[in-house]
């Protein structure tokens, strides 16, 4: 059964960081690309941002320079590191193996004063 486990999401004030984690077996994490997603209250899931199976990267404009995206082949990991958080950045947070089409089940994110 393929799993992808996030952890890392919260409450963060404006201007704050977190950095969420998304683990996967291995045998699919070693072959695909993965992202991260996220759906606001009454929007459309989008893209964050993407990390090739050999590192190269790809991210959203509204999150470039700010958040990064990383992944650690010998932990099976993705980590997204934001910082300079936005009250706009809140969101259900999506960990994917889009090679496969695989997702995680989701965590929360709130930037609130």
């Known amino acids: 059964q393929v799993q992808l486990v996030e952890s890392g999401g919260g409450s963060v004030q404006p201007g704050g960081s977190l950095r969420l984690s998304c683990q996967a077996s291995?045998?699919?994490?070693?072959?695909?690309?993965m992202a991260w997603h996220r759906q606001a209250p009454g929007k459309q899931r989008e893209l964050v941002a993407s990390?090739?199976?050999?590192?190269?990267?790809n991210y959203a404009d509204s999150v470039k320079g700010r958040f990064t995206i990383s992944r650690d082949n010998a932990k099976s990991t993705v980590y997204l590191q934001m910082n300079s958080m936005k009250p706009e950045d809140t969101a259900v947070y999506y960990c994917?193996?889009?090679?496969?089409?695989?997702w995680g089940q989701g965590t929360q994110v709130t930037v609130s004063s």
């Open positions: 291995r045998s699919i994490f070693s072959a695909s690309a």
């Open positions: 994917a193996a889009i090679t496969f089409n695989f």
């Open positions: 990390i090739a199976r050999f590192g190269s990267t």
